[in-house]
């Protein structure tokens, strides 16, 4: 009988340490965080929970314009990575034989090195006297007063190079999944390649857009590094925001009440998503990676 039991607690046993480490981290910090936020008072005279419901109410009114162009810069960056990710990812899994992890390293190398870094060396790259729009302007490509720092080009840019891993693995994950055996069924049976792309392919790789959209939409959208090294004060994100009432003006309960609204919003659009295409396979993509 205590064998019984014991081979029956054993699982819950090995998740113990997972489950410690998101209450310890996730959870309770969570729960600090919802207290603040309907906090009042300041840095000087400290803040008391008043249950001041008013600051979700004041952070939107304040500050709606940055939360919608968040939202607006996540999904074209998400669709941009999307675009680029899925012909790379196919060729990789169909067509780089025995090379594939060769590939998956060479594409992934970059971003071995910081985020801040790498986001700061494109700043370098494209500001007015840089390497890329200083030949083209001493050329007469383009006008002497023509940048493209402080512009939304160069923020969705930056966001779409950064998080651009996030979408080629799990497409490519998906993709390695497939069976050749059925590509070669579609063309025995005189399907086109277009066909076979159509109802074969792009089916059964959804799982890893899935996934890959959630993992690059959601950080993307909270960002706040690109905005702040490649944007200006016209392409200021929620993010940054978050970061200026927090260690700037020390406002922490605005802050955490933007953070939740922020968060409400994420997971609302989530679920929605989630609700339209089912998480089943993306359970399984998950377990799979």
């Not at 064998?3 to 969570?30: E, N, Q």
């Not at 603040?36 to 109410?57: E, L, M």
């Not at 910081?114 to 200083?134: A, E, P």
């Not at 899935?210 to 200006?232: C, E, H, R």
Request: some cysteine.
């Amino acid at each position: 009988m205590h064998g019984r039991w014991a081979a029956r607690l054993a699982p819950y046993w090995l998740a113990l340490p997972g489950w410690l480490w998101l209450v310890l981290f996730f959870v309770i910090p969570t729960f600090v965080m919802l207290s603040i936020s309907t906090q009042t008072g300041d840095i000087v005279n400290g803040f008391t929970q008043t249950f001041h419901w008013q600051n979700y109410v004041d952070g939107w009114n304040q500050f709606s314009t940055q939360f919608i162009r968040s939202i607006i810069y996540g999904l074209i960056a998400t669709v941009l990575c999307l675009l680029i990710s899925f012909p790379v990812a196919y060729w990789i899994a169909f067509f780089g034989g025995r090379h594939k992890s060769s590939l998956l390293f060479l594409l992934l190398l970059p971003f071995f090195v910081s985020f801040v870094i790498r986001t700061q060396s494109w700043n370098f790259i494209l500001s007015d006297d840089g390497m890329v729009l200083s030949p083209l302007k001493s050329w007469g490509v383009v006008p002497q007063d023509f940048h493209i720092l402080a512009t939304n080009v160069a923020v969705i840019g930056g966001l779409t190079y950064n998080f651009l891993p996030f979408m080629v693995l799990p497409i490519y994950v998906a993709l390695e999944r497939i069976d050749p055996a059925l590509l070669e069924a579609s063309a025995d049976l005189y399907g086109s390649k277009v066909t076979a792309l159509r109802r074969i392919v792009l089916p059964l790789s959804l799982p890893g857009v899935f996934a890959g959209v959630l993992l690059t939409f959601v950080p993307a959208t909270s960002d706040y590094v690109n905005a702040t090294i490649l944007g200006g004060t016209n392409t200021t994100m929620i993010g940054n925001v978050i970061q200026t009432e927090f260690f700037t003006n020390l406002d922490y309960p605005t802050a955490a009440a933007l953070s939740f609204i922020l968060m409400a919003g994420l997971l609302i659009g989530v679920f929605a998503y989630a609700r339209a295409l089912g998480t089943d396979d993306v359970l399984d993509m998950a377990g799979a990676g």
